[in-house]
């Protein structure tokens, strides 16, 4: 058995060096929300050095607000956006002899593209435009996911180990208490995803949720501690921390 271990890098506000090694896949800024070509390049690097799989990690171009607002914009700006973030990643990472091999959007991008069918179609568009056929990364029975395996890209369902989830399988909100989760609680989660394919919703519902990677967040001080614990207890559990894109 093995799971996916991803992590949101190159944002300027993270551990990167310390938390790479741990992962076997990192989400890359591409200047929507966060990073420059020298936060790529050095994040391209940093994977490469350690044998991560590079993804792209496109967002709303909104720096102020870190991505985490659904910005109004036309579709060509937001599918222009778009394509200029793929291409920067891919340009580097080309110059490094590395490829993109997934897309996963950030914040608000993330959580619209899971219901958002013109959104979700937006987001492919622009990854099969750009990077020909990457697989495409989001929550488990996701429009986003769907619509993916639809295009014939290969759909990577994200399970989140740092965040609470609600009773119909979305994220809590950032904004309401108890969204992000602390240490026991990040591996009583990890545990639930990996053995048994569910997650215990904040008002103590399990829901179905199967997963072919986890997620931590690298802006979240607690990172490359709960990166450690996890990577632990997947060893007690012989699971193995791998990408399926190997």
């Known amino acids: 058995m093995f799971v996916d271990l991803n992590s949101d890098l190159g944002e300027g506000c993270g551990q990167d060096a310390a938390l790479i090694p741990l992962l076997s896949s990192a989400n890359i800024a591409c200047g929507g929300h966060a990073g420059s070509d020298v936060t790529m390049r050095a994040t391209v690097a940093l994977a490469l050095r350690h044998g991560v799989v590079i993804g792209a990690h496109p967002s709303y171009p909104d720096r102020a607000g870190?991505?985490?607002?659904?910005?109004?914009?036309?579709?060509?700006?937001?599918?222009?956006?778009?394509?200029?973030?793929l291409q920067a990643l891919q340009r580097i990472a080309a110059a490094q002899g590395a490829g993109v091999r997934y897309v996963k959007p950030h914040g608000a991008?993330?959580?619209?593209?899971?219901?958002?069918?013109?959104?979700?179609?937006?987001?492919?568009?622009?990854?099969?435009?750009?990077?020909?056929?990457?697989?495409?990364?989001?929550?488990?029975?996701?429009?986003?996911?769907?619509?993916?395996?639809?295009?014939?890209?290969?759909?990577?369902?994200?399970?989140?180990?740092?965040?609470?989830?609600?009773?119909?399988?979305?994220?809590?909100?950032?904004?309401?208490?108890?969204?992000?989760?602390?240490?026991?609680?990040?591996?009583d989660q990890v545990r639930a995803f990996v053995l048994h394919q569910q997650v215990r919703s904040y008002d103590g519902?399990?829901?179905?949720?199967?997963i072919d990677s986890?997620?931590?967040?690298?802006?979240?001080?607690?990172?490359?501690?709960?990166?450690?614990?996890?990577?632990?207890?997947?060893?007690?559990?012989?699971?193995?921390?791998?990408?399926?894109?190997?």
């Not at 207890?233 to 699971?239: G, R, T, Y």
């Open 109 to 187: 991008l993330y959580n619209e593209a899971m219901h958002d069918a013109a959104l979700a179609a937006q987001i492919i568009a622009a990854a099969q435009g750009v990077l020909g056929a990457p697989a495409i990364m989001g929550q488990p029975g996701s429009v986003l996911l769907r619509q993916a395996a639809a295009a014939g890209l290969q759909p990577l369902a994200e399970g989140f180990a740092d965040r609470a989830y609600q009773a119909d399988g979305s994220l809590r909100p950032r904004s309401q208490p108890g969204a992000v989760l602390d240490d026991a609680a990040a591996l």
């Open 66 to 85: 870190f991505g985490r607002q659904a910005l109004v914009m036309s579709q060509e700006d937001l599918q222009a956006s778009l394509v200029q973030q």
């Open 214 to 246: 986890l997620c931590l967040h690298g802006d979240n001080p607690s990172a490359v501690r709960q990166a450690v614990q996890i990577r632990g207890l997947l060893d007690e559990l012989s699971v193995e921390v791998k990408s399926s894109l190997v």
């Open 205 to 210: 519902k399990w829901v179905k949720c199967r």
